[in-house]
């Protein structure tokens, strides 16, 4: 009886990062965003920086896939207990929510038209401040099946990395 108690234990005890993982989980992160035009990646990182600010505890999920480059902020490490991400391509940066199709949009800022996720565009960090997405926002965070961790500070994951991508900068910003 022990001993399963302990092997189970061992499988859902999350693991300590060290400093050298988490300085080359920063160094991918950096190399993702630098494949984008200055301007592009510039509006990635403020809108990154902002979300982290607004989700300490959320454990981001990067995705470096073909068509877009995502973070997701969500309360475990399973994509589909994600709030909200930061998508980004060539042409720009939104903001996307998971279960959007269920949040109340009464300013009808929402975008999109499938069975599930939602999206608004982004031209700056400061949009996430509109009381209007704010909501959203919290709308997002109330309607969680896991709830966030009220304390500490939640992990940054690299689910993924294709080898076969669409090109991050427009025409005009290629080298």
Partial sequence: MKTTKKKTAMKTAK???????????S????????????TMAKLIRSVRAALRKRFP???????????????????????????????????GVALSFYYG???PDPHRLLQGSGN?????????????KDPKVEALLQAAVGQART??????????IIK????????????AGKR
């Fill in 15 to 25: 693991p300590q990062r060290t400093p050298k993982e988490l300085a080359s989980t």
């Fill in 27 to 38: 160094a991918q992160i950096a190399g993702f965003i630098a494949k984008f035009d200055p």
């Fill in 57 to 91: 505890t959320a454990n981001e999920l990067v995705y470096d896939n073909y068509n877009f480059f995502v973070i997701g902020y969500c309360t475990t490490e399973r994509s589909s207990d994600c709030l909200v991400s930061l998508a980004a391509q060539a042409k």
């Fill in 101 to 103: 199709y269920t949040i």
């Fill in 116 to 128: 599930q996720n939602r999206f608004i565009r982004l031209e700056s960090a400061a949009t996430l």
């Fill in 147 to 156: 709830p966030l961790m009220s304390s500490g500070k939640g992990n940054t």
């Fill in 160 to 171: 993924s990395v294709s080898a076969k991508q669409r090109p991050r900068r427009t025409s």
